[in-house]
């Protein structure tokens, strides 16, 4: 997604006049963009599976955690914001774990299969697996080298 349709201003609650010019500009700025997907050249189904896959990991405990700590480290630093690195990186790992269980989830259970699928090498496939089993959310029964036998959750 193009980074300009993502915005972050720090907006006290006696600043209203610079609270509604803040929303303004944003909504104008998100507005000649356009629907999301076209400007940034994605495919809509492509699209539809990574905003689920972001909609999961924001949900789960990781990226929480990692923003939590990132502001935890502002505070007592008095720096004016986080690394982008490690946020871009925890993101990043959390996608590629909820992208490849929704391919679960939908039977796809060979590695090389879910590796073309998820342009992603066989072996970080099986660590995003790996991962979704360490934490309970994917059951599937082991796989062997190349496929993965599903029972999802």
């Known amino acids: 997604m193009d980074k300009g349709r993502v915005g972050l201003e720090w907006v006290s609650a006696a600043e209203g006049p610079r609270f509604v010019k803040v929303v303004t500009d944003f ?20 699209l539809l599976r990574k905003l689920e896959a972001a909609k999961l990991a924001t949900e789960g405990m990781k990226l929480r955690a990692a923003f939590a700590k990132q502001a935890r480290e502002m505070k007592e630093s008095s720096t004016d914001f986080p690394s982008e690195d490690k946020l871009r990186a925890t993101l990043v790992d959390e996608m590629d774990i909820f992208e490849t269980l929704l391919f679960l989830q939908k039977n796809k ?17 099986k660590y995003c697996i790996d991962t979704l089993g360490r934490r309970k959310i994917w059951s599937g029964v082991p796989y062997g080298n190349s496929s993965v036998n599903s029972s999802g959750s």
């Open 109 to 125: 259970n060979d590695i090389a299969e879910l590796a073309e699928l998820l342009n992603l090498p066989a072996e970080r496939v």
């Open 27 to 46: 909504s104008h700025r998100i507005r000649n963009f356009g629907p999301v997907g076209r400007s940034e050249g994605v495919d809509r189904q492509l």
